[in-house]
Structures are given as C-alpha cells and as structure tokens.
C-alpha cells in the first residue's frame, strides 16, 4: 500500500456530524486534516486540535489560498445539506450549495492538480427501491432535490475522471448513526431529524414522546425497516476508499451499509432497553415517499476496501449515541 503518512487532506463540511469524526479519524491514523466549514450548520468546538478555516466553497480566493499554503493528498466531502423536506420546499437552497458549491471546489482542485476526491453521497439517489437489498447497479431515479443534487454530483465525478484524469469515490450511505466511541462527537442536526438521536431525546425528558409514522407496512411489526451504520465505520470506509486511490484506482462507487435492517420498533425497544428509560410512542400517518425497506447490499464495499463494520450493531449504535448525549451530571 501507498504510504501518504503525515500528508494534508482537506475535509470540506468538517465540523458537521459525519465530518468532525472523519477529522479525528484522519489525524489518529497519522495524517493532517485541514477543515474548511462554514459553519452553517456545522459547529467550531466539534473540530478538535486541527486545523480550521471559517469559509465557503464558493469563495475561490479562499480555495486558492488554502490550495497554495497546502499540498494535499486528497479532499473530502461533507458539506452538504441533507434534509430531504426541507430541499422540496426550497430546492434553490439545495442546488446551490449541494452541486453548485461543489462544482466550485472541483475547479479549484483542477487548477490546483489535486486529483484524489471522495464523496459523500446518499442512497437517496436510488429514489423509490425497485428491490432490497439495493447495490451499486440499481437504477439511479432519485425522487427530491436533495437526491437530484447528489446525483448530479456524481455524473460530473464521472465526465471529470474521463476528461481530466480525475480520480474519485463516491460513497452512497444508507443511514449514518451512532456517535464516537470515547464519547467526544455527537449528533447535534438543528433540526434533528434522524430517528436514533430523536428517540434518545424522549429517553432524556427533552421530548415528550417520539411520532412513528405508519405501522401498516409489509414488515415484521408494520414499522419501516432501515439499514444503520455507524458514523465510526462510515470514517473507516472513506479512508479505505482513498487508499484504493492512492494505489491506482480512478472510479469507486460504493454502498455503505450493513446490509441488515432494522424496524422503527426495533430502535424504540433498543433504545428503552439501553437507557433503562420509557420512550413513549404516537402513532402517525405513513409519510409520503417513506419506502418500507430501504437495506443496502453492500458487500462490493467490503470486498474491494477489505472493510468490515465493526461497531454497527444497532445496540453499539445506540450505546455510543445514548453515553455522548448524556449530561455530564448524568455520567458522573
């Protein structure tokens, strides 16, 4: 393997949920990560003891500044929006900064030669599943902006590397969950929407009950089935990705996932048994566009990068969630 030990990898959108691990990932396995957020919806004490920049991919006096200070050995992307209602109401928003931002960083590693790129993508691209578990050749029919931003992203990716020789991974993640496993980083989406960080809430006192929407569906308890994966083994796939770069590789696509799906009831019962604590429940009406099984197949990811989930166990997930959003008070 390639050795980049000690070299820079700037990861864009690094002090948001997924991207403040990868930072302490990147430096722990001996590399120097240089974050650039905004800090939209990202948060400046989640970046601990590495470099930070408060700027905007669509600043390329900025990227030009960070581009000449450092030689980078690749760039990570994470500095997308990702509410899926939110981008139906207001698609500009998510065109802009989710593919027009992006394009805006790309032209600035062109210019500047960096060629090694990884994405953070979504298995919303797939749109409504025509099967599960759902791989890498399953049609790409996404059904909202926030899908249509991201698969717009990666048609670019595909033109670049056949144009200019530019080398990427793109990482379709199914549902991000859990929280560092020495308890630093958590979850803290304004609003929070994802269902493990709302279901401890209730746990905690801070809702009064957690809204399950639908229980008529084609699964085992009628509650949707979703496929988790921890934040931690996301971070280790994104390094393997770039290591498979590094050693030649130009075009990845992968799913990341653990191929292992979970209903809504299966978090809530988790959940209460983890905390030890009630978890009241209102029953809702289906939401439109919720599919009943969203599971990835995601065994090419673990052939080709040699990755193995090692902490997605939904119980682990929900350990690690519900020990960083404790209070301190609690712990003691």
């Not at 949920?17 to 430096?27: A, E, L, P, T």
């Not at 994802?194 to 905690?204: D, F, K, N």
């Amino acid at each position: 393997m390639t050795t980049h030990q000690q070299q820079s990898i700037l990861i864009v959108g690094g002090a948001g949920y997924i991207g403040s691990h990868m930072v302490d990932f990147i430096k722990r396995a001996g590399f120097y990560p240089v974050v650039l957020d905004n800090l939209s919806t990202g948060h400046r004490d989640a970046v601990i003891d590495a470099e930070f920049i408060h700027g905007d991919l669509e600043d390329p006096i900025l990227l030009d500044e960070i581009f000449a200070k450092h030689t980078f050995a690749g760039v990570m992307h994470f500095a997308s929006f990702i509410q899926v209602g939110e981008s139906v109401k207001d698609p500009a928003k998510y065109y802009q900064n989710n593919f027009a931002a992006t394009l805006s960083l790309l032209q600035a590693m062109l210019k500047w030669k960096v060629q090694h790129f990884i994405f953070s993508s979504t298995a919303a691209v797939y749109g409504e599943p025509q099967y599960t578990p759902i791989d890498e050749l399953h049609p790409l029919a996404p059904i909202n902006p926030y899908g249509r931003s991201k698969w717009m992203v990666e048609q670019v990716l595909k033109d670049y590397a056949a144009s200019y020789g530019f080398k990427y991974a793109v990482l379709r993640y199914f549902n991000a969950a859990g929280a560092d496993p020495a308890g630093r980083f958590r979850e803290r989406h304004d609003p929070e929407t994802h269902l493990i960080p709302l279901v401890l809430e209730v746990a905690q006192g801070k809702r009064k009950a957690i809204t399950v929407y639908g229980n008529d569906y084609s699964t085992k308890d009628g509650t949707c089935v979703r496929d988790y994966i921890h934040v931690t083994d996301l971070c280790a796939a994104h390094l393997l990705a770039l290591q498979q770069l590094w050693d030649g590789a130009n075009q990845l696509t992968y799913n990341l996932g653990t191929g292992e799906g979970y209903s809504v009831r299966q978090v809530i019962d988790t959940a209460k048994a983890v905390t030890g604590r009630d978890i009241p429940v209102i029953q809702g009406e289906r939401r439109a566009g919720d599919p009943a099984v969203l599971v990835a197949d995601a065994k090419q990811a673990m052939k080709e990068l040699g990755w193995s989930p090692k902490y997605s166990s939904l119980r682990t997930i929900i350990e690690h969630a519900w020990n960083v959003a404790q209070p301190i008070a609690e712990k003691a």
